[in-house]
């Protein structure tokens, strides 16, 4: 087993569980469908092929900054031509023709993730990253991801890099512990939280997803203090790890 480490940050990130209709969510953190949709997009996978390539990925989430969870609304319909067609082709009447949906964000947050996997999926994968056939987005697709994506191809244990090496971009305060949340693939028992997310895609099919569930456990784990860093300081030390294995 080998792995990948990556850095999720952009203006905006959106990682739902679920979403329906005009409610889309955001979990804090992303979820196990987001990324595999975003290797997928990167591969250039298309919608109702098999994910099964996917299965024996495991994924550890850093938590490097929160962010902060927004709302946007949008509206559909309400142009010229007035109306909303509907999937039987007619139109909706013009009173009820505008349809509002809502739509949860994370802005300005950052991730640091592991992903560790066979070596040779992880190596087709990494190379999809670093040319990919299609856009990758943070959990949907106005969500471009800031660069570098894809710090680390081939670590031999992704996770160790999460905690002794890959810088965090947040400065601490007086009185705050060098630490972040982990987000990991089981239930630990030292864990803070341990949940059931339904976010194991079986299939991406427009008419046809399907999802299985999953447990995840979220713990803090201590950092090695020199990792916080912010401004020029987490630039030079950021693209200075990528470079390490170039």
Known sequence: MSGLVL???GPLQSWGEHSVFTQRDTLRFPTRSGLIGLFASA?????GQPLGDYDLLRFTVRIDRPGVRMM???TVGGGLPRGVPRPDGTQRPRDTATIVTRRQYLSDAAFTVAVEGPEDRIAGIAEALQRPCWQPYLGRRSC????????RAM???PVNELR??????RQLREHDAPEAEFVTDDSAQTAEEVTELADVPESFDRHDRRYRTRT???????????LFVTGEKFWEDLVA???EER
């Open 7 to 9: 850095r999720l940050a």
């Open 43 to 47: 591969e250039g996978v298309r919608r």
């Open 72 to 74: 946007d609304f949008h």
């Open 144 to 151: 471009p991801p800031d660069q570098p994506l894809l710090l």
């Open 155 to 157: 670590a031999a244990d």
């Open 164 to 169: 002794t090496r890959v810088p965090v971009a």
């Open 216 to 226: 995840v456990s979220i713990a803090t784990q201590p950092l090695p203090q020199h």
């Open 241 to 243: 790890y990528a470079k």
